[in-house]
């Protein structure tokens, strides 16, 4: 029985035991850390470790007061090094070498190096929160920065029981607390450098890889020992020639180059025009004469070199006794038998001239030109034979077949001959006085003859009523053995027909078309047509009087009208009256020059305006007084044309008109005393000078 109860007390005492452990591990805090940092920068480039915590404890267990998260750094002494410190924590606090802190155990120590930490002071960390912490380091020289990093949660109920993250530390810090270690590489500093590529002209262009771009003008950035190829890249027609800049001597001339960036660079690329390429010319001849080579004299073995494209023109100089046989070699063989060649220069060439000892037979080269080159039917054409060359004879006699058909209906040396139009062989056959014979042949083409009509028109846009002068006596006939002897015009007017090679009309506004008949002494006959645009008449001027004989001290008014007959257009008008000195204009004062009056306006489309002038003669004699217009369309001044119409008076002596004489004012025409203030003001002194100086006194009225 003893042993039952002691077995039953032991159960009981390891239930307990049990339900106790597992109610203390419920309530404890339960620190799970995240930490966030770069593996490697480079100095002088700022950096951030951010670090988040949680609690995951038991369904009770919350974190007690100062629970922290630090982050320190055995490579940090100064914690101003910790910059832009952030926290969700409720505060935070920083810690420079030789500051006091706390260890593990709660004992005060001098700090070794710095550290920075967000603590909750004395408020709870519960269950499920999450907190951070984060901090800004710029690093000021290469090397590996060290970065220990906890979370500590303290007990709920006794501060000095502690719960730390990570659960497996990678070692321990100045407090001697398991932490994680973070190392950040610290590399040296990426310098950038600037390359410049550029050409010195427009012969070329530069490839420059990377970036593999094309171009005659370029810059650019790149890293600190990144190495680029440059290509120099020649247009057609030009050579690279080198490099200049930032380039060792031992690169300068070939075309692609690699540049490794170690400082900024400056690089450019020459181009020159491509050199003509050239070509040796050899020349030779063997026993019986020499060459005659324009550029160096006699040869008969000589050697030079020539720019592609040269010529060199070479002739057979036989010796005494000796004929020219011919030329071997790069010769085509339709010059080889020429004693004078041209020779150009398109690659290497051998030539050699060979001699022969002179024939006693003859040689005749038989040769002829015609006159003209391109002859028409019924042309006159003059075959000459005269170049023939003889050798070793004298020529006998020139034979001429123009028909093809073996019989020769010519003789003579220069014959004269015409064909009808087509193609037409001539044979010309030339006989030695010892009965040697040779022939030459030539193709003639003849065209047929035409009239090449030429009509010219002045001016080439006339108006209305203008003289318009048309002329075809610059036509022609290809044929230059035949002229033109009848020009017959139709001239589209209703004005009777002209002759003649230049005919003057005039025509109204509107299309016109312009014919003309040619015909030649031999008969050929061309009808030509030409159009001409008439533009409609500008203006016209009028000047009428009230009379035109009449005694001096007597005065008469003058009607001077401009109408406009463009109905579009606006015309500004230059009216002068033009008189002889003893004729007064009444009262007319400021006149511009001695003997003229101006007004100046403009005349709306489609309407008229007058001036009305008083004068009295001075002298009995016959005048003339001239109307003249200068007038354009509004705008366009450098096209102004100009009118003149004139008026003749008789003027007598006083008594030389009778009272029955004295004109009546029964017609239309105005009277110095019909004048009203809307047609004419008058001539007191203020009108006077409003017809000098303006218009202001014009009278309008419609007249088209």
Do not use: C
């Amino acid at each position: 029985m003893k042993r039952i109860i002691t077995l039953l007390f032991i159960v009981v005492v390891v239930l307990v035991a049990s339900v106790s452990i597992a109610s203390a591990s419920s309530h404890n805090p339960d620190p799970v850390m995240e930490v966030s940092a770069p593996d490697s920068v480079t100095v002088g480039e700022s950096f951030t470790i951010y670090v988040t915590a949680e609690n995951e404890g038991g369904w009770d267990g919350n974190a007690g007061h100062y629970s922290t998260i630090t982050i320190s750094s055995p490579s940090i002494t100064d914690k101003n090094k910790f910059g832009g410190v952030s926290t969700s924590l409720y505060s935070n606090h920083q810690r420079s070498a030789g500051d006091e802190i706390f260890t593990q155990n709660g004992e005060t120590m001098s700090a070794e190096y710095a550290l920075v930490e967000g603590s909750t002071d004395e408020s709870q960390w519960e269950v499920g929160e999450e907190y951070h912490l984060s901090t800004e380091v710029t690093p000021d020289e290469t090397g590996t920065m060290i970065f220990y990093i906890r979370t500590t949660l303290t007990d709920e109920e006794d501060t000095d029981i502690k719960y730390t993250a990570p659960d497996s530390p990678d070692t321990n810090d100045q407090q001697n607390y398991g932490v994680k270690r973070v190392e950040v590489e610290v590399e040296p500093e990426t310098r950038n450098y600037e390359l410049t590529a550029n050409t010195d002209g427009s012969g070329g262009m530069i490839n420059i890889d990377p970036p593999n771009t094309m171009t005659d003008d370029w810059s650019g950035l790149f890293e600190e020992g990144t190495e680029i190829e440059l290509t120099a890249d020649p247009y057609s027609g030009y050579v690279f020639d080198g490099w200049s800049g930032d380039v060792s001597s031992f690169e300068a001339d070939d075309e692609t180059i690699s540049v490794t960036m170690d400082e900024d660079k400056t690089i450019s690329a020459s181009f020159e025009e491509e050199p003509e390429p050239e070509y040796t010319l050899s020349v030779s001849s063997d026993t019986g004469g020499y060459v005659d080579i324009d550029s160096a004299g006699s040869n008969n073995d000589w050697t030079e070199s020539y720019e592609e494209g040269t010529e060199i023109e070479l002739t057979a100089d036989p010796d005494s006794g000796y004929e020219f046989d011919g030329w071997n070699g790069d010769v085509s063989s339709f010059e080889a038998d020429d004693e004078t060649i041209s020779v150009t220069m398109d690659e290497d060439k051998t030539i050699s001239a060979s001699f022969e000892e002179e024939s006693i037979e003859p040689s005749i080269s038989p040769t002829f030109e015609y006159s003209p080159d391109q002859p028409t039917e019924d042309n006159d054409i003059v075959f000459d034979a005269d170049g023939t060359v003889i050798k070793n004879g004298t020529i006998d006699s020139y034979q001429w077949d123009f028909t093809g058909d073996g019989e020769y209906d010519e003789t003579g040396s220069v014959v004269v001959e015409s064909f009808e139009p087509g193609t037409h062989t001539v044979d010309l056959i030339v006989n030695a006085d010892d009965g040697t014979t040779e022939t030459t042949t030539e193709v003639v083409e003849v065209e047929s003859a035409q009239i090449d009509a030429d009509i010219q028109i002045s001016p080439s846009n006339p108006r209305e009523g203008e003289d318009v002068t048309i002329d075809a006596s610059d036509s022609a006939v290809s044929d230059g053995g035949d002229e033109i002897v009848e020009y017959e015009w139709d001239l589209n007017n209703n004005e009777e027909d002209k002759t003649g090679p230049i005919a003057v009309t005039s025509f109204e506004s509107g299309t016109h078309t312009i014919g003309v008949t040619l015909k030649t002494e031999s008969g050929l006959e061309k009808h030509s047509e030409k159009t001409v645009e008439v533009d409609p008449e500008l203006a016209n001027i009028q000047i009428t009087a009230t009379d035109t004989t009449f005694s001096v001290d007597q005065s008469t008014l003058i009607e001077y009208s401009v109408t406009n007959f463009i109905s579009s257009e606006e015309l500004t008008v230059q009216m002068l009256l033009e008189k002889p000195d003893d004729v007064a204009v009444t009262d007319i004062q400021n006149a511009r020059g001695t003997n003229q009056f101006t007004a100046v306006g403009t005349v709306p489309p489609g309407e008229q305006e007058t001036i009305l002038i008083e004068v009295e003669p001075n002298t009995a004699e016959e005048i003339e007084i001239n109307a003249i217009a200068e007038y354009h369309i509004s705008g366009d001044e450098e096209n102004s044309e100009r009118k003149t119409e004139s008026l003749k008076f008789d003027i007598e002596d006083e008594q030389s008109i009778s009272d029955d004489d004295t004109p009546t004012s029964d017609d239309d025409t105005p009277t110095s005393d019909d004048k009203t203030d809307d047609e004419a003001p008058g001539f007191g002194f203020s009108s006077v000078i409003l017809a000098v100086i303006g218009i202001g006194f014009l009278i309008r009225r419609s007249n088209l």
